[in-house]
């Protein structure tokens, strides 16, 4: 089935690092992603991740993939106020072009 | 900036009213989608285009239709609009490109019912 589950809040420290976690019920899952929605604005993809990876890192982000628990991770080093927003995960199934999003974490970064 | 437009921003209108979502997709971008986010369902796949001819459907209901037309461009029609309907409606465009898939979305319209 399609299912993608994420806590809904996290708080963190500036400076500190964040980490989001995703799980995912779709062994097919053949892409992973991360979007940011920041108050009244649309979904900014941050990153993603084929599933024949384990691992991505960009810049201050990094998405650790386990296939076999069918969890996603997105970890935000040295996190700042700006980071300050809803992160969604989302999958996409090797049969159709749509998206599956989680519910969403809010990320709330504390001075 | 995305690259993909919608308009209008905003959109207030009735219950028992129809309205037009407009969306122009990335340059280049041949499909494009269509996800309703509310406070209670989350957001949700509504419908997919691939050049102009349908090609996926999701949670859409009976009330709404949608159309890609030949410059690409989409249009989401809701009608018989019921106050469960108020969301913010986002389109979207992707690019694919051998192992590269990406879906950009674009700022969204607000609909309200009241």
């Known amino acids: 089935g399609e299912d993608v589950e994420q806590s809904l809040f996290l708080s963190v420290r500036e400076g500190d690092s964040s980490v989001i976690n995703c799980t995912y019920t779709?062994?097919?899952?053949?892409?992973l992603y991360w979007y940011k929605q920041e108050p009244g604005a649309g979904l900014q993809l941050l990153t993603y991740?084929?599933?024949?990876?384990d691992m991505k890192q960009d810049q201050r982000l990094t998405v650790l993939l386990n296939k076999k628990d069918k969890h996603l991770s997105l970890r935000i080093a040295d996190t700042q106020t700006g980071d300050s927003a809803i992160y969604f995960c989302?999958?996409?199934?090797?049969?159709?072009?749509?998206?599956?999003f989680g519910s969403g974490t809010r990320l709330l970064v504390r001075p | 900036d995305s690259g993909v437009t919608q308009t209008p921003k905003h959109l207030i209108t009735a219950t028992g009213q129809r309205v037009t979502l407009r969306c122009s997709p990335r340059?280049?971008?041949?499909?494009v989608y269509w996800y309703q986010q509310s406070l209670d369902q989350g957001l949700q796949f509504l419908i997919q285009?691939?050049?102009?001819?349908?090609?996926a459907k999701g949670n859409i209901l009976e009330r709404f239709s949608a159309q890609q037309f030949p410059d690409l461009h989409s249009e989401l029609n809701l009608s018989s609009l019921e106050l469960g309907d108020s969301a913010l409606y986002f389109c979207?465009?992707?690019?694919?490109?051998?192992?590269?898939?990406?879906?950009?979305f674009g700022p969204g319209t607000r609909l309200t019912v009241t």
């Open positions: 979207a465009s992707s690019v694919v490109a051998g192992d590269q898939y990406e879906q950009y």
């Open positions: 285009y691939y050049n102009g001819e349908e090609r």
């Open positions: 779709d062994s097919s899952s053949t892409y």
């Open positions: 340059s280049g971008d041949l499909s």
């Open positions: 989302a999958e996409r199934m090797d049969s159709s072009y749509k998206l599956i």
């Open positions: 991740i084929f599933s024949n990876m």
